[in-house]
Structures are given as structure tokens and as C-alpha cells.
């Protein structure tokens, strides 16, 4: 390592360090302007260009609106009209009334691992929102209930979706790895799938119900009542029945399904192919979402077009602070990413001699956590893991693939888009994000390599 790789590490601890001190402290700044400022500042201590500081700005704030904050307005239409309709109350309802408090977290972690099967974590908590806050309000209103019902219901979810996302083909991570490393989906798929339960339970229903009680967050009430609001809905129409509304709400999920089940049947350059990645993709996906439960729940039964349209508007209200602050965090990102910390990173990791799981987990968790970015931590680990798993016939390269994608998992915190968008969505302090978010993560990529290690023991699949 050189000097200069040292001053790149000391400068990305630092940096987040004083962005949590800006954000806490007396001076309690937003925090886009605390990450804006941070960011500028690691650009000059890295020697950056001051347009280049400027260009990295905004292209990581582009970039990141472009990916996430498009999604996340459309789910946020999406849920107002699951929510002025009265779906998500009556979906809320069939999980209270068919499943006790204590199994609720369960039920909450089999939705979120069937909806995160195809869908990016930030799209598939954009989609389980409604249903998050419509079960925890009403888990909220029963006295009995100590703690934050929303961190009870909430946590399971995100652990869920983070494993998936994260352990699991068609995930744009392990499909990075699968192809970087040149093994094959299906094994990497079956090991994703079955070191994905144990992760998801550990970091969401058992760590939930201990967290849970010791909080007391609660989202912004503006976020709250657009997500839950059935004063009104669907006044005067016929309300629509559960099973349509499960339609709705789960379509834009569906479509990204049959795109990725279309990626591993299909042949490249096929046109179904091309035709359902453009159903699939993200954006196209909720945005078919809205319009066909704009049309089913709203403009068939008799709904009032003009209040259709003011409600959408309203919708958008509670979630542009979100969008900025998120944006923010993806300009930190670029700033960290731009500086090559990930290349001191890399260079620290030659200092130690480890096996080449426990390497490619290391690796990758060391890169996602000092750039906030999860897919430069699967992309550097493959990489240059990638001769060695060439050289070495005796490695089982799905399990590679594996532990690279549970390593970029880890610790989920302030240079992480994701990050921001659960601390912002759920109202909390950048502690209890830390408690939430971050441990979550931490858990479920722990727990995922520990499974990789025994899978390492047992006889290779394919």
C-alpha cells in the first residue's frame, strides 16, 4: 500500500464521520446539504479538479434519480391509488385477521421474499410500503403493542428484499458475478435461494421482534396518511375485490418476473427477449403498474378522473425530500467512487492471505461499504478473483459467485442510496437507520457467507 492509498482510506472515514456529525450535532443540518457539503470536501482532499468535483455531482445525483427516483414517484402514485381505493386496507386487514401479531413478520418476510425475487431492493420496499405502513398503523391502534410497529413490520421486509437482491439470480449482482467468474446461473440460483432463508429470518422476523420493542420511530405523518388514507375511498364506487387489488399492487413485480425468467430461457437477441425486458424494466414496469390500477380500481368503477389527478399530484409531496436526499447520497457515492477508493481498498486486501470465499466476501463488503456502492464491491471481487477461479479447478465457483454478492451486503450505511431511502421513508434518526438498515444487512450478509462455508463442505452442485 502506499501513502497515497492510506490518505484515500483515512479521507472516505473521515468523511462519513462528518457527515453523521453534521446531521446529529447541534447544527442538525439536512441532510442533502450535508452530504453536498462532504462530498466536495473529499473531492478537494483527493486532489480533484474542482469541475471535475462538479461533474461527479451531478452525475451521481443524475444517475441515481434516474435509476431510483422515477421508480419511487411512480410507487408512490401507485400507492396512493392502492390507498384511496381502499385496497391496501383490505389487504392489510386479510393479513391481520388470518395471522396472530407474533406471526406477522413471517407473513411480511414471505411476501417480501416472493415480491424480491425479480424486483432491486429499492423497487420492491417502493412496492411493500403501503402494505408496511397499512399493517403497522393498524398493529399501532391496538394499545397492547410496545415498541415501533413500523421497524416490527418493517425490518423483515427489508431483510428479505436484501437477501434476495444481494444472494440471488436475476439480481443484477450475482448475475455480475455468474458472468464475470464464467459459471453457470442455476447452481448459484439454488444456493442463493436456500442460503437466503436463514439469512432473511435472522436479520428480519427474530432481529425485528428484539429491535422492535426498543424503538419508537414512526414515519412522517403526510407519508403515512397517503399510503393508508381510506376516508373517502372510493366513495360512491364499488369496492374493488382483494384478489384484483393483489393484482395491482404485484403487477410491476410480475412483469420483472417474467423478464427475468425470460433472461435464463430465452436466447440472447430473441425478440420476446427484447420485448420483455422492456415490460421489465423497472421504470416501464411501475409505470404500467400505475395506469392499470388507475383503470381497474379507479376509472372502471366509476371514479372521479379530477381527484384521480389531484391525488397523484398530492402523492408526489410527501416523497421529493426523499428523491433529493437520495440523490445526494448517490453524488457521495460517485465523489467516493471517482476518488479510487476502492482501488486503495483492493490494495489493502493484498496485504492478507485469506481463502478464496472468505476473500471474495471480503473484498466485496470492503468496496461496497467505502463507496456506497454494492455493485462496485461485486464487480472489483470478481474481477480479480476471476484468474484464480480460472486456475483453480478445485473451486466451487457458484459459491464464489455467492459470497461475493453477500459481501456487498454488509453494513448498508451513508453513501448508500438505499440507505436514505429507508431512513427517510420509515422518519428516522440517522441512529435508528444505523439499528435498522445497516444491522439488517450486516446480519443477513453474515449469515449468508457462514452458509457458503457450509456449503463449501458438501458436494458441488452441477
Not at 437477501?163 to 450475482?174: E, F, K, L, N, Q
Not at 459459471?183 to 436456500?194: A, R, S
Request: net charge positive; with cysteine.
Amino acid at each position: 500500500m502506499s501513502s497515497f492509498d492510506i490518505q484515500l482510506l483515512l479521507t472516505a472515514l473521515v468523511s462519513v464521520l462528518v457527515l453523521v456529525a453534521l446531521i446529529v450535532s447541534r447544527i442538525r443540518m439536512h441532510p442533502l446539504l450535508a452530504l453536498l457539503i462532504v462530498s466536495i470536501g473529499v473531492g478537494f482532499a483527493t486532489g480533484m479538479e474542482p469541475l471535475a468535483i462538479v461533474k461527479n455531482l451531478t452525475d451521481g445525483a443524475g444517475k441515481t434519480l434516474g435509476a431510483v427516483g422515477v421508480v419511487i414517484a411512480l410507487g408512490a402514485m401507485l400507492g396512493k391509488i392502492l390507498a384511496d381505493s381502499g385496497t391496501t386496507e383490505r389487504l392489510a386487514n386479510a393479513i391481520l385477521q388470518r395471522t396472530s401479531p407474533r406471526m406477522i413478520p413471517w407473513a411480511m418476510t414471505l411476501v417480501a421474499f416472493v415480491i424480491g425475487i425479480p424486483v432491486f431492493f429499492e423497487v420492491g420496499l417502493v412496492v411493500m410500503l403501503p402494505l408496511i405502513f397499512s399493517v403497522a398503523r393498524k398493529l399501532e391502534s391496538q394499545q397492547r403493542f410496545k415498541g415501533s410497529a413500523y421497524v416490527y413490520v418493517g425490518v423483515p421486509v427489508i431483510s428479505a428484499l436484501a437477501a434476495m437482491h444481494g444472494m440471488v439470480p436475476p439480481h443484477p449482482g450475482p448475475l455480475t458475478a455468474i458472468a464475470t467468474l464464467k459459471t453457470t446461473v442455476g447452481p448459484t440460483m439454488i444456493y442463493g435461494f436456500i442460503a437466503a432463508i436463514p439469512a432473511m429470518i435472522l436479520g428480519g422476523p427474530l432481529y425485528g421482534a428484539f429491535i422492535a420493542p426498543r424503538m419508537t420511530t414512526r414515519p412522517d405523518e403526510a407519508l403515512l396518511e397517503q399510503f393508508t388514507a381510506t376516508k373517502d375511498a372510493a366513495a360512491g364506487n364499488r369496492a374493488p375485490g382483494v384478489g384484483l387489488g393483489i393484482l395491482a399492487a404485484l403487477l410491476p413485480a410480475l412483469l420483472m418476473l417474467v423478464h427475468a425468467v425470460a433472461e435464463m430461457l430465452l436466447p440472447k437477441g430473441s425478440s420476446v427477449l427484447h420485448a420483455a425486458a422492456f415490460l421489465g424494466n423497472p421504470i416501464v414496469a411501475m409505470l404500467l403498474g400505475v395506469l392499470f390500477a388507475a383503470l381497474m380500481l379507479v376509472y372502471l368503477r366509476g371514479g372521479d378522473a379530477e381527484k384521480l389527478r389531484e391525488g397523484l399530484g398530492q402523492s408526489l409531496k410527501p416523497i421529493a425530500g426523499i428523491m433529493l436526499i437520495i440523490a445526494g447520497g448517490g453524488a457521495f457515492q460517485q465523489i467516493l467512487t471517482s476518488a479510487k477508493v476502492g482501488d486503495a481498498i483492493v490494495h489493502l486486501t493484498h496485504q492478507f492471505a485469506f481463502p478464496p470465499l472468505i476473500l471474495g466476501w471480503l473484498i466485496a463488503m470492503l468496496l461496497s461499504v467505502s463507496t456506497g456502492s454494492a455493485t462496485v464491491g461485486i464487480v472489483g471481487a470478481a474481477g480479480l478473483l476471476a484468474p484464480l477461479a480460472g486456475s483453480d479447478p478445485s473451486l466451487n465457483l457458484p459459491l464464489l459467485a455467492l459470497s461475493i454478492g453477500c459481501g456487498s451486503l454488509f453494513f448498508n450505511y451513508a453513501n448508500h442510496a438505499g440507505f436514505w431511502m429507508v431512513k427517510e421513508s420509515f422518519g428516522m434518526t440517522m441512529g435508528e437507520a444505523t439499528k435498522t438498515i445497516s444491522v439488517v444487512q450486516s446480519i443477513v450478509s453474515v449469515a449468508g457467507l457462514v452458509m457458503v462455508l457450509l456449503f463449501n463442505m458438501l458436494p458441488a452442485l452441477g
